[in-house]
Protein backbone atom coordinates (compact mmCIF):
# COMPACT_ATOMS: atom_id res chain seq x y z
CA UNK A 1 0.00 0.00 0.00
CA UNK A 2 1.25 3.31 -0.89
CA UNK A 3 0.96 5.68 1.34
CA UNK A 4 -1.52 8.39 0.30
CA UNK A 5 -0.95 12.44 1.87
CA UNK A 6 -4.29 13.58 2.17
CA UNK A 7 -4.46 17.38 1.01
CA UNK A 8 -4.58 19.95 3.92
CA UNK A 9 -8.24 20.69 5.17
CA UNK A 10 -9.65 23.71 2.57
CA UNK A 11 -10.02 27.10 4.67
CA UNK A 12 -13.66 27.52 4.48
CA UNK A 13 -14.70 30.94 3.56
CA UNK A 14 -16.49 33.05 5.92
CA UNK A 15 -19.41 35.04 4.65
CA UNK A 16 -18.87 38.96 4.82
CA UNK A 17 -22.00 38.72 7.47
CA UNK A 18 -19.65 36.97 9.95
CA UNK A 19 -17.14 39.34 9.42
CA UNK A 20 -19.10 42.51 10.59
CA UNK A 21 -19.83 40.45 13.36
CA UNK A 22 -16.44 41.04 14.87
CA UNK A 23 -16.80 44.25 17.28
CA UNK A 24 -13.81 46.73 15.89
CA UNK A 25 -11.61 48.89 18.42
CA UNK A 26 -12.62 51.84 19.64
CA UNK A 27 -12.49 54.37 17.31
CA UNK A 28 -11.56 58.65 19.76
CA UNK A 29 -12.66 59.86 16.63
CA UNK A 30 -16.12 59.11 16.89
CA UNK A 31 -16.69 58.94 21.34
CA UNK A 32 -14.33 62.10 21.53
CA UNK A 33 -16.53 64.69 20.58
CA UNK A 34 -19.32 62.77 22.50
CA UNK A 35 -17.13 63.24 25.49
CA UNK A 36 -16.61 66.69 25.24
CA UNK A 37 -20.29 67.92 24.49
CA UNK A 38 -21.32 66.35 27.42
CA UNK A 39 -18.69 67.95 29.42
CA UNK A 40 -19.80 71.25 28.08
CA UNK A 41 -23.32 70.53 28.78
CA UNK A 42 -22.42 69.83 31.83
CA UNK A 43 -20.38 72.99 32.22
CA UNK A 44 -23.39 74.95 31.23
CA UNK A 45 -25.78 73.95 33.21
CA UNK A 46 -23.80 74.46 36.46
CA UNK A 47 -23.28 77.82 34.98
CA UNK A 48 -26.65 78.67 34.13
CA UNK A 49 -27.77 77.82 38.01
CA UNK A 50 -25.09 80.00 39.75
CA UNK A 51 -24.49 83.51 36.68
CA UNK A 52 -26.47 85.17 35.04
CA UNK A 53 -25.20 86.02 31.29
CA UNK A 54 -25.93 88.93 29.17
CA UNK A 55 -24.22 90.34 26.12
CA UNK A 56 -23.59 93.83 26.09
CA UNK A 57 -21.25 95.79 23.27
CA UNK A 58 -17.47 95.83 23.29
CA UNK A 59 -17.37 98.73 21.99
CA UNK A 60 -18.46 101.79 23.80
CA UNK A 61 -18.80 105.23 22.15
CA UNK A 62 -18.99 107.93 24.28
CA UNK A 63 -16.14 111.14 24.33
CA UNK A 64 -14.78 112.21 27.42
CA UNK A 65 -12.29 115.05 27.61
CA UNK A 66 -8.72 114.10 28.33
CA UNK A 67 -8.69 116.60 31.05
CA UNK A 68 -9.98 116.93 34.20
CA UNK A 69 -10.02 120.98 35.22
CA UNK A 70 -11.45 121.96 38.66
CA UNK A 71 -10.56 124.35 41.02
CA UNK A 72 -8.01 124.09 43.32
CA UNK A 73 -9.37 123.38 47.04
CA UNK A 74 -6.83 124.75 49.60
CA UNK A 75 -8.27 124.11 52.99
CA UNK A 76 -7.08 122.44 56.17
CA UNK A 77 -9.14 119.08 55.23
CA UNK A 78 -7.62 119.22 51.90
CA UNK A 79 -4.11 119.45 53.42
CA UNK A 80 -5.10 116.53 55.69
CA UNK A 81 -6.37 114.54 52.94
CA UNK A 82 -3.57 114.59 51.52
CA UNK A 83 -0.92 113.86 53.96
CA UNK A 84 -3.37 110.86 54.38
CA UNK A 85 -1.97 109.68 50.60
CA UNK A 86 1.68 110.02 51.53
CA UNK A 87 2.09 113.37 50.37
CA UNK A 88 1.19 112.68 46.79
CA UNK A 89 -1.54 115.72 45.20
CA UNK A 90 -4.79 115.51 45.28
CA UNK A 91 -6.48 114.67 42.07
CA UNK A 92 -8.91 116.95 40.54
CA UNK A 93 -11.49 114.71 41.23
CA UNK A 94 -10.47 114.64 44.67
CA UNK A 95 -10.04 118.21 44.79
CA UNK A 96 -13.93 118.89 43.48
CA UNK A 97 -14.99 116.28 46.25
CA UNK A 98 -12.81 118.46 48.98
CA UNK A 99 -14.93 121.42 47.51
CA UNK A 100 -18.10 119.89 48.17
CA UNK A 101 -17.69 118.33 51.78
CA UNK A 102 -15.38 121.04 52.96
CA UNK A 103 -14.48 119.59 56.73
CA UNK A 104 -15.22 116.35 56.11
CA UNK A 105 -13.28 116.18 53.13
CA UNK A 106 -10.31 114.12 54.72
CA UNK A 107 -13.29 111.39 55.48
CA UNK A 108 -14.58 111.55 52.73
CA UNK A 109 -11.85 111.03 50.70
CA UNK A 110 -10.78 107.98 53.02
CA UNK A 111 -14.31 106.61 52.50
CA UNK A 112 -13.55 106.69 48.60
CA UNK A 113 -10.44 105.21 49.00
CA UNK A 114 -11.62 102.43 51.04
CA UNK A 115 -14.32 102.17 48.84
CA UNK A 116 -12.38 102.06 45.20
CA UNK A 117 -8.75 102.23 45.83
CA UNK A 118 -7.90 102.73 42.20
CA UNK A 119 -9.80 105.85 42.30
CA UNK A 120 -11.42 105.04 38.88
CA UNK A 121 -14.89 106.79 38.29
CA UNK A 122 -16.28 103.78 35.44
CA UNK A 123 -16.01 101.69 38.20
CA UNK A 124 -18.44 98.70 40.01
CA UNK A 125 -18.55 96.38 43.03
CA UNK A 126 -21.06 93.37 43.03
CA UNK A 127 -21.95 93.02 46.71
CA UNK A 128 -23.10 89.95 48.49
CA UNK A 129 -26.54 91.02 48.92
CA UNK A 130 -27.02 91.07 44.85
CA UNK A 131 -27.19 95.27 44.82
CA UNK A 132 -24.10 97.09 43.21
CA UNK A 133 -21.83 99.74 44.09
CA UNK A 134 -20.95 102.28 41.48
CA UNK A 135 -18.78 105.04 40.35
CA UNK A 136 -15.93 107.14 42.49
CA UNK A 137 -17.96 106.72 45.60
CA UNK A 138 -19.43 103.52 44.73
CA UNK A 139 -23.03 104.49 45.65
CA UNK A 140 -25.31 101.80 45.91
CA UNK A 141 -28.01 100.69 43.49
CA UNK A 142 -30.82 100.79 46.33
CA UNK A 143 -30.67 104.27 45.33
CA UNK A 144 -31.69 104.01 42.06
CA UNK A 145 -35.16 104.21 43.30
CA UNK A 146 -34.74 107.87 43.20
CA UNK A 147 -36.39 109.93 40.58
CA UNK A 148 -33.87 111.07 38.28
CA UNK A 149 -30.82 108.86 38.83
CA UNK A 150 -29.79 106.25 36.64
CA UNK A 151 -26.69 104.07 36.14
CA UNK A 152 -24.89 106.56 33.76
CA UNK A 153 -25.09 109.36 36.00
CA UNK A 154 -23.20 107.19 38.68
CA UNK A 155 -20.44 106.24 36.36
CA UNK A 156 -19.56 110.09 35.85
CA UNK A 157 -17.25 111.32 38.57
CA UNK A 158 -18.85 114.63 38.89
CA UNK A 159 -22.13 113.61 38.85
CA UNK A 160 -21.59 110.31 41.21
CA UNK A 161 -19.27 112.94 43.78
CA UNK A 162 -22.98 115.18 43.90
CA UNK A 163 -24.88 112.35 44.99
CA UNK A 164 -22.50 111.29 47.52
CA UNK A 165 -22.72 114.56 48.77
CA UNK A 166 -26.36 114.44 48.62
CA UNK A 167 -26.68 111.19 50.83
CA UNK A 168 -23.95 112.96 53.08
CA UNK A 169 -26.57 116.16 53.78
CA UNK A 170 -29.65 113.61 53.80
CA UNK A 171 -28.08 111.07 56.45
CA UNK A 172 -26.40 114.02 58.52
CA UNK A 173 -22.92 112.04 57.82
CA UNK A 174 -21.54 109.28 56.24
CA UNK A 175 -23.96 106.27 57.32
CA UNK A 176 -24.88 105.13 54.03
CA UNK A 177 -21.38 103.86 53.42
CA UNK A 178 -20.37 100.39 54.43
CA UNK A 179 -16.55 101.02 54.92
CA UNK A 180 -17.91 104.15 57.41
CA UNK A 181 -19.91 101.57 59.80
CA UNK A 182 -16.87 99.38 59.71
CA UNK A 183 -14.33 101.61 60.57
CA UNK A 184 -12.16 100.55 57.88
CA UNK A 185 -11.72 104.22 55.94
CA UNK A 186 -9.58 104.75 59.40
CA UNK A 187 -6.77 102.33 57.48
CA UNK A 188 -7.12 105.42 54.88
CA UNK A 189 -5.89 108.17 56.99
CA UNK A 190 -2.40 108.43 57.78
CA UNK A 191 -2.73 110.12 61.22
CA UNK A 192 -5.69 110.52 64.00
Known amino acids: MSARTLPPPAKRKRSPSARSRKSPAPNPSLWLPFAIGLILITAGVLFHQHYTLSFQSPVRLSLHSPFVVTERTISEGASAAQADQNGRGLSAWQQYACRKFGVDCRIALAIQRAENPQGKCEIYHYNSNGTLDWGY ?41 STFKSGRYREFLSRP
Open 137 to 177: FQINTVHLERPGLNLRDLLDCKANIDFAYQLYQEKGGFSPW
